[in-house]
């Protein structure tokens, strides 16, 4: 199997790694790189488990090739944290909006993404920016709340 060096940023950091030929983003952040945050749901675009920030733009890691990232910024939810849990992180925590979390760093990135372009999304705009991410514990709810909470500066403030 033939295998290509990669270089990019994760999170902040410089990184280098080989991918395999036609191996996914995914597979090459968990299995290659070790960032098991992104999480292996469907593997056909359907959950939102694998979400991950490609220059800042949400992305599905599940369907887009490794090797494109060659270059380019990625951020996983293995960033949010530095010293302490970031605004999200707490938000999540105070809602419960995390019960068996599968979803959890999906769409902690979907909902970074979102604040980075709109620091003040209304509901319906949280609610379109995490429409591509399942959530099968929590009814949403409490997801969309934390992501106001941040937005409203309840949390993080
Ligand atoms: Fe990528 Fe489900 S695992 S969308
Ligand atoms: Fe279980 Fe969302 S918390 S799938």
């Given at each position: 199997?033939?295998?290509?060096?990669?270089?990019f940023?994760?999170?902040?950091?410089?990184?280098?790694?080989?991918?395999?030929?036609?191996?996914?983003?995914?597979?090459?952040?968990?299995r290659?790189?070790?960032?098991?945050?992104?999480?292996?749901?469907?593997?056909?675009?359907?959950?939102g488990?694998?979400?991950?920030?490609?220059?800042?733009?949400?992305?599905?890691?599940?369907?887009?090739?490794?090797?494109?990232?060659?270059?380019?910024?990625?951020?996983?939810?293995?960033?949010?944290?530095?010293?302490?849990?970031?605004?999200?992180?707490?938000?999540?925590?105070?809602?419960?909006?995390?019960?068996?979390?599968?979803?959890?760093?999906?769409?902690?990135?979907?909902?970074?993404?979102?604040?980075?372009?709109?620091?003040?999304?209304?509901?319906?705009?949280?609610?379109?920016?995490?429409?591509?991410?399942?959530?099968?514990?929590?009814?949403?709810?409490?997801?969309?709340?934390?992501?106001?909470?941040?937005?409203?500066?309840?949390?993080?403030?």
């Open positions: 199997m033939a295998m290509k060096p990669v270089t940023t994760l999170n902040g950091l410089a990184k280098a790694a080989f991918t395999e030929d036609g191996q996914n983003l995914l597979d090459f952040l968990r290659g790189v070790g960032d098991m945050a992104p999480k292996y749901g469907c593997g056909q675009g359907g959950c488990a694998c979400t991950v920030l490609l220059d800042g733009v949400p992305h599905l890691s599940c369907l887009t090739l490794a090797e494109t990232v060659e270059g380019r910024r990625v951020d996983t939810a293995s960033g949010l944290a530095g010293a302490t849990i970031s605004p999200l992180q707490e938000a999540f925590m105070d809602r419960f909006a995390a019960q068996c979390g599968y979803c959890t760093p999906g769409m902690l990135m979907a909902a970074t993404a979102l604040l980075a372009k709109n620091p003040r999304p209304n509901r319906d705009e949280v609610i379109e920016a995490i429409s591509g991410n399942i959530c099968r514990c929590t009814g949403y709810e409490p997801i969309i709340a934390a992501i106001l909470d941040v937005a409203e500066g309840r949390v993080g403030a």
